[in-house]
């Protein structure tokens, strides 16, 4: 079990420093004791007045995503909604969700008589029984990365995919790249639309031709960027700007084997800076999604739906993040050839 | 000067309740602490704590927008952003700006000179001098209905206007119109531009023409609507969506000199639900802006940039309220000789 010796040892300070903290005294700076909190939450350290107290419950459902560990995507954004949800003494919830529990029983009345005064919903996909009954929903409800009409119990929280592509593709412009591909995720999410959609505005915006043999979908892991990798280069790609790290891991792979070079050959930009996309090498130039802060903003957002302000969507600035995947094209020599005998290979 | 004894006046409760609730004490509700200070300082009064403490400041700019009574658009904003900043400890300044004096020292100078830990902007026009300068402050700043690209110390909040489009253009199109015109705000604004594409959008997703004659550029006075209501209809509209509230206000006042019925011969839509749409005849069918609500979120965002979360713009609802002045367009039959007369009238 976590003690205040263990946090104090985190942390570098004094255990009577940390006391302080947890004990709200008057003698320690706001910010620290701000720090010890999260620290403390993020140990997994219960105070005897978090015991004592009977507190409101809110319930985070995760589906399509992992969390477990530091470098999953969903992590941080747990930690982050946590830190800020216990901090004003709320209990919190987490329920792995699949479509199949979501048949069992409607939305509204799992929450009422599970006494959850909120939901936060995770990686959700269009299709999943739960979204539809979101549009009549009475349960302050905050959505990741989907939207609903109308309903003002309802609200979506994310990052601004339409500016993050647009830094993207104005990065690559500025290296000379014309014609620049979109390895989108998967085809029945919102932000895959939105990205889609970002990708369309941003090129026109940048005088240059969409054309659609440049534009693929994979999915949220490594594995379903090969497929595409060689028609997009043989479709005279010079550079994969991909709807997620993974898939960027994916491509980066499937060009080592094909004896393409990254970034000399071909430049890749992933979006989220996962861990992985600056342990790998090339490191990746990507799109950093903060998802502490997305955590945070979701917990502050359903604190609002509660509370009866109708919000209806709360975005963050996606931060641009130059690594090593990607470089002028002037230098990108393409071996068609060596492709072409891969994908015969491939074929057969 | 305010006392307690007005206060609890104003509730309808005791004056030693007013006085638990103004020091935090534990044997009053939460609820009734949050009512009993947000009254206090909606009065002006002034806590002996709150005098005592040495506090940290916030700036409200104003430009553009009448504030000063309580039916004025940018009153209720700044008495929500003021409920959430001083219950927050926070000492609101409000500025009312001009481009003149926007031209007389930077921003950021501003800002730092007068010790303000951070900024809310409500009104200024797109060609103020400090909006190109907010594209690179370092200092938090939240920007009502106005959007400063990738900078993260600058948030957009708003309503979202697609959302309140549609719900008026699907409202007039289940009453049967398909001629409706757009009355549009002063055309320097980003909402003014932001409402014409939710129109464009929103026409077409109802399978409806969009045709330029039924567009046109008022301002947020109702004046400056008559120069247009004859030509709307002469170009064949049997409904003028508006901009704002006041336009719809001045489309009304211009129908009865033209002796055209509101709403069997024309349907009229505002924005914002001003108190005035409520109180002329007919009633304004509008879309409401909480404007409590929309302060509020302001401080929030504002404190969120404070702490250093990048959010790129929240937005919250609108809210669709019928009134009179919509009916069915088949009752509609407009007597166009007499608006041609207007029309030779107003020419000479």
């Known amino acids: 079990m976590v003690t205040i010796k263990d946090i104090a040892a985190r942390l570098g300070i004094a255990p009577s420093t940390v006391s302080k903290g947890l ?14 909190l999260d620290t403390a939450i993020e140990m997994g350290y219960v105070t005897k007045k978090m015991k004592k107290e009977v507190r409101k419950k809110l319930c985070i459902f995760i589906e399509n ?11 941080d954004i747990i930690l982050g909604f946590k830190q800020a949800a216990m901090r004003d003494n709320w209990d919190i919830h987490i329920v792995p969700m699949t ?4 048949m069992k029983e409607p939305y509204d009345r799992y929450m009422v008589r599970n006494g959850y005064h909120g939901g936060f919903i995770i990686g959700f996909a269009l299709k999943d029984p739960w979204m539809k009954q979101l549009e009549r929903t009475t349960i302050p409800t905050v959505l990741f990365d989907n939207y609903i009409k109308i309903n003002p119990n309802v609200a979506y929280i994310g ?7 647009d830094l993207a593709i104005t990065h690559l412009t500025e290296l000379g790249h014309t014609k620049i591909a ?6 029945d999410s919102m932000i895959t639309a939105n990205r889609y959609e970002a990708y369309i ?6 005088g240059l031709k969409v054309d659609e043999n440049l534009i693929a979908y994979g999915y949220y892991v490594e594995e379903s960027a090969k497929y595409h990798v060689s028609s997009l280069i043989i479709n005279g790609a010079t550079a ?3 709807g997620n790290d993974l898939l960027a891991v994916g491509v980066i792979r499937e060009c080592e084997r094909l004896g393409i070079r990254v970034p000399e050959d071909l430049s890749v930009i992933g979006f989220d800076n996962l861990p992985i996309a600056s342990q790998i090498t090339p490191g990746i130039t990507t799109l950093n999604q903060n998802r502490i802060d ?10 609002w739906l509660i509370a009866k302000v109708p919000v209806s969507r709360s975005l963050l600035r996606p931060q641009f993040i130059v690594r090593e995947s990607t470089a002028k094209a002037s230098e990108t020599h393409l071996k068609l050839d060596n492709l072409e005998i891969c994908e015969v290979i491939q074929n057969n």
Do not use: W
Not at 99 to 102: D, R
Not at 201 to 206: D, E, L, N, R
Not at 294 to 303: D, E, H, K, P
């Open 159 to 165: 990052t601004d995919s339409f500016e993050g592509i």
């Open 23 to 36: 004990n709200d005294a008057n003698d320690i700076s706001p910010d620290l004791k701000k720090l010890v």
């Open 240 to 242: 994969i700007l991909c």
């Open 182 to 187: 979109l390895l989108n995720g998967s085809p």
């Open 65 to 75: 995503m992992k969390y477990e560990n530091p470098q999953d995507f969903g992590f």
């Open 294 to 303: 997305l955590g945070r903003n979701s917990f502050a957002v359903l604190y």
């Open 99 to 102: 479509p199949v529990l979501q």
């Open 201 to 206: 505005t941003s090129m026109q915006s940048h």
